[in-house]
């Protein structure tokens, strides 16, 4: 095999600018990737792994995205009381971005890079510039403003021969993954299901969704893992060398593919290892699965033990996902607030604004999602197994949760658990290990489409009514939820028409933490622009809304009778000092919001 020439390092180069998107600080010289020649026989892959951007699609620069997203920012700004300044927010992104790519390609040089958090790429690069208190309450929508710049920055096209490759890999047996770093993979998920191309995919690995990124190994064998085949049968198609080359060696992936894109020949930097072979289009990639021959015949012996050997002097497995990480900035610091005392509305969801009927079939949906995912990644499981797991698996979560509540450690006594040990540790205890591997890297999914179906959900009467009259008199609604999918609430309350109506959004599956624990209350303090001593919270829950909102230090606790706890809990609550209020319905509270708004009022003690 011809090796590749390695790029030479680069010479002195003009300054990066604030429009510079592309390779960070001065760009090695264009150094051609050459394809070496091709062994005589080769190997069929168990997997091919392809790459979102690059090989999968094609994209086209938009050249007003700065503008689209500013226009997104400044709604989501607007909900939440901030009147920002549209030329600072469309330069902030514009920076932000650039400095984001020379994160991007800095990373690259690390051994098991890890990826940012959503909150982190809006707080840190894209919003850096905006005064604090607006940060952190746009941080908290981070998933839906990262979701958009991806749609803002460019539009997508399918490459030329992804169809047929994806066919022809589906007729052979070979099971289909995507493995792209991303700051919105359900974004890229949107993006095939546009295209008619997610059901042909087993998995699915985002980095944002697990946390790593390439050329960090363990994304392959994440998705190798899912597919039931081990990284020394998988093929690794990617269209850059210092990411994808390099993360394919590291794996021990039988071949290492490169498909032409724009960054193919300018990596930022030198790289030592080479790809296996290069094409000008994915097209290419069709002649070289014909040629192959399944595993284990004899034509292929010799390249199937060299493979073998490869992989025992693979690198050990990668460490697991990497946990979102939290910002050392105190939470509840706004900054200086001139001018008068304003009032901020903080609700709970479930009980709140919503009240719900359970749907008895929601074992048998979520079942046959499982049986399909199964199906995908090529170990189909039954449909009684599959419903059968939900159903255990819900009562081993359930179980969880109580003997958390009863633990004495401060630091993970509130702890959300993570959606990869719900769905493939409780949920698939009793499945066969590919389909569990498959579960964890669809957690986000799975737990998005069991908010949507576990019930039928509807305003609780009032509810809307309260948001809405607290949106007309200037007053920031925020939401404070123990859920599985902060994702499915904003749904909910997209349907409901009254989420451009709110503000910042904590919900426990985003920050990790659930309600009693204070830090799901801080999030939400974080985002808006008036002291705790101002906000009243109104929830249905003596101990998880009334103790875990005064402990936050939550001038105003509101209880709402007729959800989760009986009215003896409640009339506890508010004995014990934990509420302030008991009120029957959603309704009640404008009359407390309308006293606090009273040019006499005074703030309620702590």
């Not at 005589?40 to 700065?66: I, K, M, N």
């Not at 699965?289 to 493979?307: F, I, K, M, Q, Y």
Request: aromatic share 4%; with cysteine; glycine share 10%.
């Amino acid at each position: 095999m011809n090796s590749v020439p390695t790029v030479p390092a680069p010479a002195p180069g003009p300054a990066l600018t604030a429009q510079d998107t592309a390779t960070a600080g001065p760009a090695p010289a264009a150094q051609a990737v050459v394809a070496p020649s091709a062994p005589a026989a080769l190997v069929q892959p168990r997997a091919l792994l392809l790459d979102f951007g690059g090989v999968v699609v094609s994209t086209t620069a938009r050249e007003d995205w700065a503008q689209t997203l500013a226009d997104t920012v400044l709604h989501l700004a607007a909900g939440a009381g901030f009147d920002l300044d549209r030329d600072l927010v469309e330069q902030s992104l514009r920076t932000g971005r650039s400095a984001l790519s020379l994160w991007k390609n800095a990373s690259s040089r690390r051994q098991e890079p890890r990826e940012l958090a959503p909150g982190e790429i809006v707080e840190d690069f894209l919003l850096s510039d905006l005064p604090g208190p607006a940060r952190r309450a746009l941080a908290l929508d981070a998933a839906r403003i990262l979701a958009a710049k991806s749609r803002a920055v460019s539009d997508h096209h399918v490459r030329p021969g992804i169809p047929e490759l994806l066919s022809l890999a589906r007729e052979r047996g070979i099971g289909l993954g995507i493995v792209s770093n991303a700051h919105a993979g359900g974004a890229h998920r949107e993006i095939l299901r546009e295209k008619g191309l997610d059901g042909c995919f087993g998995v699915q690995v985002y980095s944002d969704e697990v946390g790593i990124r390439k050329p960090h190994p363990g994304m392959i064998r994440l998705a190798a893992e899912a597919l039931g085949a081990a990284p020394h049968e998988t093929w690794y198609v990617g269209d850059t060398v210092d990411r994808d080359v390099v993360a394919g060696r590291r794996a021990g992936a039988g071949r290492v593919i490169i498909t032409r894109d724009r960054r193919t020949d300018h990596p930022p930097f030198s790289v030592a290892d080479t790809p296996d072979l290069v094409l000008d289009t994915p097209a290419g990639l069709l002649d070289e699965l014909r040629r192959s021959v399944p595993a284990g015949t004899w034509e292929n012996s010799t390249a199937e033990a060299a493979r073998s050997d490869a992989a025992e002097a693979a690198r050990s497995d990668a460490a697991g996902p990497v946990s979102a990480v939290v910002g050392s900035a105190d939470p509840t610091s706004t900054g200086s607030r001139p001018g008068p005392r304003r009032v901020a509305l903080l609700l709970d969801h479930g009980g709140v604004l919503t009240t719900s009927v359970a749907n008895p079939d929601r074992d048998a949906v979520m079942g046959q999602a499982l049986v399909e995912l199964s199906q995908r990644c090529g170990h189909p499981i039954t449909l009684e197994a599959a419903s059968a797991a939900m159903r255990d698996g819900w009562e081993r979560h359930r179980a969880r949760k109580r003997s958390r509540d009863v633990l004495t450690d401060p630091a993970h006594r509130f702890d959300e658990v993570d959606p990869a040990v719900l769905w493939g540790d409780l949920v698939g205890a009793d499945l066969p290990e590919p389909v569990r591997a498959a579960m964890r890297l669809e957690a986000a999914e799975l737990s998005y489409l069991l908010h949507r179906t576990k019930g039928t959900p509807s305003p609780r009467e009032g509810a809307l009514e309260l948001v809405r009259w607290a949106h007309a008199q200037g007053i920031v609604v925020g939401i404070v939820s123990n859920t599985i999918s902060g994702r499915g609430v904003r749904a909910t309350l997209a349907d409901y028409g009254i989420l451009d109506l709110l503000g910042p959004g904590a919900y426990s599956d985003e920050v990790g933490v659930r309600k009693p624990g204070t830090a799901v209350f801080a999030a939400a303090l974080s985002g808006l622009q008036v002291e705790p001593a101002d906000v009243v919270y109104v929830g249905d829950k003596a101990l998880n809304d009334g103790r875990g909102g005064r402990d936050a230090g939550i001038g105003t606790v509101c209880l709402l009778r007729g959800g989760k706890d009986a009215d003896a809990a409640l009339d506890e609550a508010l004995a014990q000092g934990w509420a302030d209020h008991v009120l029957d319905g959603p309704a009640d509270v404008i009359d407390v919001l309308g006293a606090r708004l009273a040019p006499d009022s005074e703030p309620l003690p702590a």
